[in-house]
């Protein structure tokens, strides 16, 4: 690697880092903020890279925004999961808002102010995780992996956990080398269960029980009825203990009241909106909903299961549109994974003439992508809503609303 340099810092990007150049090139710097002026090392550095990662190891001329640490461990050097412990939460904010209104004007050609909402009762950005993942050392120390590595680095707590994973004491005990422990604190009256490599954990060891309980209820007031959701404890639901019902509270209103509507719930997991949609519509609408991964299909199945308007199809939400189960939606609601819908799904959402999209996004950028794609077939970007559901983290969820011309 390079020797260490000191940098004058630029603007925020997508990603969870800063932009600076060195002797030309573009580096992206960790652990730092825009007007900065720190000593950097370089974590990659090849001499045929188009541009150069690095972490910011001395501040020299420190930003207003910046405040100690709230998570020392995921600072230069260390773990993932915490890139922003370093700024203050206002800040935060206003730096995935830059990055949201950038992806959005690059990418989709839209021009628009963007506000970053809080989540509803956070206050210092921590205790918010209801899941975590741990790997344990070679020592058995429980912990999470160094940044872009495999390496795991022993951890003695995690501060975004909410306070009954904390209470836990995983990283007080050993566990065997390698162990993957998932600690998980339903909202709800559910107790929290841990599982170490696929397995329900409890302080005597495994629990190889054939009922041994291995998923838990989610509760959460959509619409203002209480709705339970049961769900695998290693199967995908929102991590943030606000965000089931910030998101399917934003879903329900963008959709709205529509007695009697068809519905397309794509890529619907366990049925966060399938549940509400199903109220959204009444019993003389319908709601389709779509998964691709067998087990949240299940779990979607009996959450569903006194919605007799739900109907689940089972595969890749591409080739379930293209089987052609709907050939007309009135809304379609589509809560893809990362990487986006992507063309072909955007293709397949367009050719059911809804009247309405509703689009929940965790990546700014594919989020963008496929507005731009959206725009083309004639559905213009009428509203917009940023909820900051990954405090400490460069991560933001959108609800983003089209609306067919």
């Known amino acids: 690697m390079p020797p260490d340099a000191v940098l004058e810092i630029g603007p925020v990007a997508h990603g969870g880092h800063c932009v600076a150049r060195h002797e030309g090139r573009v580096v992206f710097v960790r652990h730092t903020l825009p007007g900065e002026r720190v000593l950097v090392r370089f974590t990659e550095a090849g001499q045929t890279a188009s541009f150069w990662r690095a972490d910011a190891v001395e501040v020299l001329e420190a930003s207003p925004d910046r405040v100690p640490s709230a998570w020392p461990a995921a600072g230069p050097g260390g773990v993932g999961g915490g890139e922003l412990a370093h700024v203050a939460l206002p800040a935060q904010r206003?730096?995935?808002?830059?990055?949201v209104a950038e992806q959005l004007r690059r990418l989709a050609h839209d021009e628009r102010p963007v506000d970053v909402e809080a989540a509803p009762g956070e206050t210092d950005g921590l205790g918010w995780r209801t899941r975590i993942e741990l790997v344990a050392d070679a020592q058995g120390r429980a912990g999470m992996l160094r940044h872009r590595s495999h390496e795991v680095v022993a951890l003695t707590s995690m501060p975004l956990a909410v306070a009954s994973i904390a209470d836990l004491g995983l990283f007080d005990r050993r566990w065997t080398p390698g162990a993957r422990i998932t600690a998980v604190a339903p909202a709800g009256a559910d107790a929290p269960l841990v599982l170490v490599d696929g397995l329900p954990w409890t302080a005597h060891g495994v629990d190889r029980r054939p009922n041994a309980r291995t998923s838990v209820r989610e509760t959460a007031v959509v619409a203002g009825r209480e709705h339970t959701w049961r769900v695998a404890a290693d199967g995908f639901w929102q991590v943030h203990r606000a965000a089931p019902a910030v998101l399917a509270g934003a879903v329900v209103d963008a959709v709205g009241a529509r007695e009697g509507a068809t519905v397309l719930d794509l890529y619907a997991g366990a049925g966060l909106f399938s549940v509400p949609l199903a109220e959204a519509v009444g019993t003389s609408g319908r709601v389709v909903a779509?998964?691709?991964?067998?087990?949240?299909?299940?779990?979607?199945?009996?959450?569903?299961?006194?919605?007799?308007?739900?109907?689940?199809?089972?595969?890749?939400?591409?080739?379930v549109l293209r089987a052609g189960p709907v050939p007309r939606a009135d809304v379609v609601v589509l809560d893809p994974p990362r990487v986006g819908a992507g063309r072909a799904v955007v293709e397949?959402?367009?050719?059911?003439?809804?009247?309405?999209?509703?689009y929940v996004a965790c990546d700014p950028a594919a989020l963008a992508r496929d507005v731009a794609t959206f725009a083309a077939a004639g559905y213009?970007?009428?509203?917009?809503?940023?909820?900051?559901?990954?405090?400490?983290?460069?991560?933001?969820?959108?609800?983003?609303?089209?609306?067919r011309g």
Request: hydrophobic fraction near 50%; proline fraction near 3%; glycine fraction near 6%.
């Open 94 to 99: 206003a730096w995935k808002a830059a990055v």
């Open 290 to 319: 779509v998964e691709g991964d067998e087990r949240a299909l299940r779990d979607a199945r009996r959450n569903v299961h006194d919605h007799a308007q739900v109907e689940l199809h089972l595969g890749g939400v591409l080739e």
């Open 348 to 358: 397949q959402v367009v050719a059911r003439a809804p009247e309405r999209v509703v």
């Open 380 to 403: 213009a970007l009428t509203g917009l809503r940023a909820v900051d559901l990954f405090p400490m983290t460069h991560h933001i969820e959108c609800v983003a609303v089209l609306d």
